[in-house]
């Protein structure tokens, strides 16, 4: 069974950092492309970023290029997302995402809040 928890969200002023992580289980991790998605109250979840199964291609949404970087540890089985220069805006719900590279299976996390206030 494939889970993926999410940690290290939590309240910080606007300007500061944040550093989420998403520890996956129940699954090959080298074998799935992994993302962060994000909620806000009243609107729909969109796409943050997204990491390859190497690591070695990333891509961003508009709104966080330059602030936010995706990576991963394949020996740890988790992926993280360093936040940087936080806005008001980017207070929501964060949720991780597994898509495997060769089945249909696609994991969410459980999410986590990040709170920026301005």
């Known amino acids: 069974q494939v889970q993926l928890v999410e940690s290290g969200g939590g309240l910080v002023q606007a300007g500061g950092s944040l550093r989420l992580s998403c520890a996956a289980s129940?699954?090959?991790?080298?074998?799935?492309?992994m993302a962060w998605f994000r909620q806000a109250p009243g609107k729909e979840r969109e796409f943050v970023a997204r990491?390859?199964?190497?690591?070695?291609?990333?891509n961003y949404a508009a709104s966080v290029k330059g602030r936010f970087t995706i990576s991963r540890d394949n020996a740890k089985n988790t992926v993280y997302l360093q936040m940087n220069n936080l806005k008001s805006e980017d207070t929501a719900v964060y949720y991780c995402?597994?898509?495997?590279?060769?089945?249909?299976?696609?994991?969410w996390g459980q999410g986590t809040q990040v709170t920026v206030s301005s």
């Open positions: 995402n597994a898509r495997s590279l060769t089945t249909s299976l696609d994991a």
């Open positions: 129940g699954l090959t991790f080298n074998t799935y492309a």
């Open positions: 990491i390859s199964w190497s690591g070695g291609s990333t």
